[in-house]
């Protein structure tokens, strides 16, 4: 929930988030009372497929008697998927689901709480808040991490009619427990977590300064940044410790952005998932820097408290934004996150989407649409 009257602090948030390596093996304490409860799980292919992750998932999860685990190979999923899945089911009454997985694999798990027992057309529920009746309670363990769709209030579809990609917006599909475990994220595929975590810095740089901030939201996103960045220098040298620290950055940095806004990068992802097909996190990696370069321009004390701690903690070289920018795009270097070249066409079309997104009315400065087609045209 975001400032609606400028409140000194608000916080409003439903999920219990726990971080540790390994901290599956400690779900049936967790989760005792949830013993006896007939249990739908939800499992990305993708683990099912990796021998050693299904058996460590396997043993986490023995404590749950009464349990059917279906696969989730929907990527990116429709309407339509979530119907096949609900078929596949025939019913049953579940009174837990457990999604694991990647970010498609969470909103299935999420989208599956309000739809299983919904009667009517599930495109309906659509939109924010557009229904009542209760969710199932839901737990999450992503096996990536970064987009903090493991506590966030929405669950997105793409509605296969209208080609409209969005979410299922309510409190009710926010998960009630999210456990990142770094052990089950390990993966060979650096450059997919390295991708990911700049979803989470794009959250936490860009809320920061956000002109509905505070100091609850700015020690968020403060934290999340310097845990996401220090994560990502760290991550080819001991990706267990990496992938704690981006684990738990992303935390903070989606706690930061759920109760104040980004602004430029991430406006832009929008426009670029819906019209160009790109990945969210993607989007991010390419355009915070030119979000950064941008708003300091407008104003030499952008982020500065931010620059001066990742430069008083040797995370950055120099204590100035140009040190920050080097920085993140050295990792992107490292990591070989490809580039998203606009075509001239592309930016004017991308402007005028920009433009209409919700968080530009709460950037911290005034945005016009010359400012939007300057931070596009930088390189
Ligand atoms: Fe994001």
Redesign the pocket.
Known sequence: MKPIFNENLLISLKTKIFVKKQVMNNLNVYLEKFKNKKTLVILDEYLKNNQKKRTYINKSLKFIKNKKIIINSFYEPTFLDLEKIIKSIKGTKFELIIGIGGGSTIDVAKGLSVSINYKKNIRNLQGIDKFNHDSIPVVAIPSIFG??AEITPSAVFINEKTKIKGGINSEKVQPKYAFLDPYLAKSKNLRQHATCAF?AL??SLESYESNISNNFTKSFALNGSIKVISGLKLLNKNELEALTLIAEGSIYSIISLMHSE?SLA?AA?YPLAAYYGYN??LC?ANFIDKSLKFFNIKNKKYLNDVIYKLYDLGIIKNRNIKSLIDELKMIKNEYMIENIMLKKSDITFLANQIIKMPMIKHTPIKINKNDILQFLNYV
């Open positions: 987009s903090g979803d794009v959250h980004q991430g992802s969210h996190a991010g």
